[in-house]
T-cell receptor
Framework: DAEITQSPRHKITETGRQVTLACHQT?????MFWYRQDLGHGLRLIHY???????NKGEVSDGYSVSRSNTEDLPLTLESAASSQTSVYFC?????????????FGQGTRLTVV | QKEVEQNSGPLSVPEGAIASLNCTYS??????FFWYRQYSGKSPELIMS????GDKEDGRFTAQLNKASQYVSLLIRDSQPSDSATYLC??????????FGAGTILRVKS
């Protein structure tokens, strides 16, 4: 079955380290999104992509970067991890161009920055 | 002003009652609207989508959309304890950006 997977599921890192969270989808969806979820804030958009080589900043993009070199993957990099980036991160994909307007989510990555 | 606004709750309803969840959005160019349910520690899962003004029913769930008022709602009939979760309103804004509200916590008391 087609799916969207995130790795790792849990990560503890130290302040100042670079961290990369992986997101891989097998639906061949063009749109991919990264969100962070914190208590009281719902899902806040970090970065999104509409296709290969396309990336866009969301509302909370400072300190994060993404790159889209193929359709299947959108890795999220924290350049220099900060305690404020402790959160649960969700990746999602959709493809409105083929009628798949709803977003499908990965299982999430719980990141702790100490 | 937040792009998508929801009352954070918690909204408490007795088992068997109707739960009413509301959402407003700011981008008049928005075209697609969704309700996701999220259980604690889990990923959001889609329960309803709506694209045109009016009501859309699916089982115990009814989504209502009023584009003129920029308002989306979700009604859950015959609420069950298993409906206790956080409900997230999501909107595809002009340009295909998918934006979520902060979510409403629903508690169904048995």
């Amino acid at each position: 079955d087609a799916e969207i997977t995130q790795s790792p599921r849990h990560k503890i890192t130290e302040t100042g380290r670079q961290v990369t969270l992986a997101c891989h989808q097998t639906w061949n969806h063009n749109n991919m999104f990264w969100y962070r979820q914190d208590l009281g804030h719902g899902l806040r958009l970090i970065h999104y992509s509409y296709g290969v080589q396309d990336t866009n900043k969301g509302e909370v993009s400072d300190g994060y970067s993404v790159s889209r070199s193929n359709t299947e993957d959108l890795p999220l990099t924290l350049e220099s991890a900060a305690s404020s980036q402790t959160s649960v991160y969700f990746c999602a994909s959709s493809d409105p161009g083929t009628g798949v307007t709803e977003a499908f989510f990965g299982q999430g990555t719980r990141l702790t920055v100490v | 002003q937040k792009e998508v606004e929801q009352n954070s709750g918690p909204l408490s309803v007795p088992e068997g009652a109707i739960a009413s969840l509301n959402c407003t959005y700011s981008d008049r160019g928005s075209q697609s609207f969704f309700w996701y349910r999220q259980y604690s520690g889990k990923s959001p899962e889609l329960i309803m989508s709506i694209y045109s003004n009016g009501d859309k029913e699916d089982g115990r769930f009814t989504a209502q959309l009023n584009k003129a008022s920029q308002y989306v709602s979700l009604l859950i009939r015959d609420s069950q304890p298993s409906d206790s979760a956080t409900y997230l309103c999501a909107v595809i804004q002009y340009g295909n950006k998918l934006v979520f509200g902060a979510g409403t916590i629903l508690r169904v008391k048995s």
